[in-house]
């Protein structure tokens, strides 16, 4: 039984709920978020949702996610220059994910199911975004997860749920206050929700705090990352500004050589290579890599023939031939002449092993899986951002880390430099900007650890996808049986 009735509830107040879970989802969402602030955005029209009929909880929930998605306007039409449509669709669809997850809890808590009330939001939210995250070309793009980027005790759920489990949480906890404070029950069901509430928060927080610093450190790893956003676009590598870039790039790799590195990492497609010019190209690199002692991974657009590539070139320092990784997930519309890759790059330093992903490879979950589970300790990613968005997209690379058991070294033009370990916390954060070729030298002690994740997979978002579907099954089958009741009850009065 609701608390209030609709016809009670003021127009007013309903209103300024959703002006403020609209203001708190507008700084605590988008490219570069408040944390802190996504916890408490769903609350206040998830209060109004529940004292309101079913027709203004819809139009509540759509409008508070719409206005807060908004934030995402600027970098969607104007960085990305998606089209209208497209990038309305992008903030309207996580609005009718909070709308009808809000609406199956609502009217299971009007059913005399609180419990399930509870639980029903924050697994149709999870069910909802696992299903768009497995069709969209996009991936994960804009899950709420990447708000908690610099909340790490949370972040380590991620270990054992992947980013669905802190995706749960963030609706979990405003769902049980609305449920609790809209919903008359008994004594001892407020008690021990608050109790179970309580509990939850208490267990991740202590997992969270216990996992950061516990590991196992391998021998110290010793990386250069460099970057340089100059020439804007890819030119062909015989280009004036192509060659005037590289000679500032081999000197950069030559003083960062000084500080004896075992790996050295550059950005997505630097230049471009056609097949007249590759071989030249890769023995100026392979010098390089022979005369400085150190492994050089290198983004190449390599344009062999009718097939062009964004391709990731392996020069290993001992002069052994080199190896090439072409990225799988390409941006739409973008990147269309690119053939996507199949194959995955492993390869061995000693007792590391370490692979390579190229950016948006990154924002999907499989691939990365993929190199847990076949050992690697660190993952290396040449990447392109668009300057807006390089702290959000270098966050996503990071919660692969967290999720898989690894370490991840990511150098983006137009982006960030950043390495993060196993447990997300960030040990170089540069903008690549800083310099003509911006460049870090870093120390780090790996810890290879395959995580509960890595093994299982999506687990949890198949467990929420099921729950969600339980709870609308349950309500299906109750609303037969009142109507059943019904027909009889009116044929027994006739």
């Known amino acids: ?11 007013w107040p309903a209103l300024a709920a959703m002006t403020a879970s609209a203001a708190m989802l507008f700084f605590g969402t988008g490219v570069e978020p408040l944390w802190w602030a996504t916890w408490l955005a769903p609350l206040p029209v998830l209060l109004a949702a529940q004292r ?7 139009l509540l929930c759509l409008g508070a996610w719409m206005i807060g998605g908004s934030n995402l306007w600027p970098y969607l039409h104007g960085t990305l220059g998606l089209p209208v449509a497209i990038a ?9 994910h909070f709308a009808v997850a809000t609406l199956l809890s609502r009217a299971l808590a009007r059913h005399g199911q609180p419990w399930a009330a509870v639980f029903a939001l924050p697994a149709a939210w999870v069910g909802a975004d696992f299903l768009d995250a497995s069709l969209s070309p996009h991936g994960t793009f804009g899950n709420l997860a990447y708000t908690q980027m610099d909340n790490l005790p949370v972040l380590q759920i991620a270990s054992v749920t992947g980013l669905w489990g802190v995706d749960f949480v963030l609706m979990l906890f405003p769902s049980a ?41 391998w021998a110290p790893l010793r990386l250069a990352l460099l970057a340089t956003d100059a020439p804007a676009q890819p030119l062909p590598v015989q280009d004036p500004a192509v060659q005037d870039m590289l000679a500032a790039v081999e000197q950069a790799i030559a003083e960062a050589s000084r500080q004896r590195p075992q790996l050295l990492l550059l950005p997505e497609t630097i230049l471009a290579v056609d097949e007249s010019r590759s071989s030249e190209l890769r023995e100026r690199l392979q010098r390089v890599a022979t005369r400085e002692k150190v492994t050089l991974v290198v983004g190449i657009d390599d344009r062999d023939g009718d097939s062009e590539l964004n391709a990731a070139w392996v020069f290993p320092s001992n002069g052994a031939p080199a190896s090439s990784y072409a990225k799988h997930h390409l941006l739409p519309g973008f990147e269309r002449r690119y053939r996507p890759g199949r194959e995955l790059l492993l390869q061995d330093l000693g007792d590391l092993r370490w692979g390579v992903a190229i950016c948006k490879d990154m924002d999907f979950l499989g691939l990365p899986r993929e190199y847990a589970r076949q ?20 966050r996503m690379a990071v919660m692969r880390g967290i999720e898989n058991g690894y370490a991840v070294a990511r150098s983006a033009r137009n982006g960030r430099i950043t390495l ?13 900007a800083e310099a003509r070729v911006t460049s870090r030298v870093l120390d780090l002690e790996l810890r290879a650890e395959p995580t509960l994740y890595a093994r299982l997979g999506d687990w949890f978002a198949w467990i929420s996808l099921g729950t969600a579907l339980a709870c609308l099954l349950w309500l299906w089958i109750s609303w037969r049986r009142r109507s059943a009741c019904a027909r009889t009850t009116r044929k027994d009065r006739e």
Do not use: Q, Y
Request: proline residues 3%; charged residues 15%; aromatic residues 8%.
């Open 1 to 11: 039984m609701a608390c209030a009735s609709s016809s009670a509830l003021a127009r």
């Open 52 to 58: 309101s009929s079913w027709r203004m909880a819809l």
């Open 88 to 96: 309305l669709l992008a903030i309207v669809t996580p609005a009718w």
């Open 177 to 217: 206050l609305a449920i609790l404070l809209c919903h008359a029950a008994t004594r001892r069901w407020r008690i021990g929700l608050v109790v179970a509430m309580t509990a939850l928060a208490a267990a991740g927080l202590s997992f969270g705090h216990w996992r950061l610093p516990s590991s196992t450190a």
């Open 375 to 394: 050992g690697a300790g660190l993952l290396l990613v040449p990447a392109w951002d668009f300057k807006r968005d390089g702290w959000l997209h270098s």
């Open 420 to 432: 993060s370990d196993s447990r997300g916390r960030m040990l170089a954060d540069v903008a690549s």
